[in-house]
């Protein structure tokens, strides 16, 4: 099955300066690359997704890049600010939504 | 997206007992799904829930010990049976939406004495 890796699992960047966490997995058949941000206390929010007929996404402070052929994504955040404070996963899917597996987590602190 | 609620958010319980989580959603879903996250770490999933056919379970997991029940298109309960302290987790409920995006819910903080 898929397995998925994550890197680094703890992040610490001063405020304003950017963050970066990357992801490999090992199926080739996936194909959904979705980033969830967990705080303390709450369940994971989905923050940005990427499929696989697409290199890069931006929304706002954040982007998400694919390379297919080596098989990793990365979560860029710019501009960090205290409030991105948080555990982030990233994830993998195959085909569709019921099989979907999750990195180890990054914890990210940013100092102000 | 989705609203989706959990309850109760948090709970103590002894060993031997049972618990049972439900999750509600304000839109009518295909799958939901259940997972466990032991303090610290990842998500793994326990099952997935689809409306009117049994849930279907990830290696490692049992419909004895973590009996589903999926009534309607917006609701679902998890059971965690015969409690012992190495089932002390956070269990999340989540909604497939589309066909690829999953919402969470906030979460069941369960601890077991």
């Known amino acids: 099955g898929e397995n998925v890796e994550q890197h680094p699992s703890t992040l610490s960047v001063q405020e304003g300066d950017s963050a970066v966490i990357k992801c490999t997995y090992s199926?080739?058949?996936?194909?959904?690359f979705p980033w969830y941000k967990q705080e303390l206390g709450k369940g994971p929010q989905l923050i940005i997704d990427?499929?696989?007929?697409?290199g890069e996404k931006k929304d706002q402070r954040i982007a998400v890049t694919l390379n297919k052929t080596a098989k990793h994504f990365s979560l860029h955040i710019t501009e960090t600010q205290p409030e991105d404070s948080a555990v982030y996963f990233c994830?993998?899917?195959?085909?569709?939504?019921?099989?979907?597996?999750f990195g180890a987590g990054t914890r990210l602190t940013v100092k102000p | 997206s989705a609203v989706i609620s959990q309850k109760p958010s948090r709970d103590i319980c002894q060993r031997g007992t049972s618990l049972t989580i439900q999750c509600q959603v304000d839109?009518?879903?295909?799958?939901m799904f259940w997972y466990r996250q032991q303090p610290g770490q990842s998500l793994t999933l326990i099952a997935t829930?689809?409306?009117?056919?049994?849930?279907?379970?990830e290696s490692g997991f049992v419909i004895d010990k973590f009996p589903i029940s999926r009534p309607n298109l917006t609701f679902s309960t998890l059971t965690v049976s015969n409690m012992s302290p190495e089932d002390s987790s956070i269990y999340l409920c989540?909604?497939?939406?589309?066909?690829?995006?999953?919402?969470f819910g906030p979460g069941t903080r369960l601890t077991v004495t």
């Open positions: 989540s909604v497939g939406k589309g066909t690829y995006e999953q919402y």
């Open positions: 199926d080739s058949a996936s194909n959904y």
């Open positions: 990427i499929r696989s007929n697409v």
């Open positions: 994830a993998a899917s195959i085909r569709n939504n019921n099989d979907m597996r």
């Open positions: 839109s009518q879903v295909t799958m």
């Open positions: 829930a689809n409306q009117g056919s049994e849930a279907t379970y």
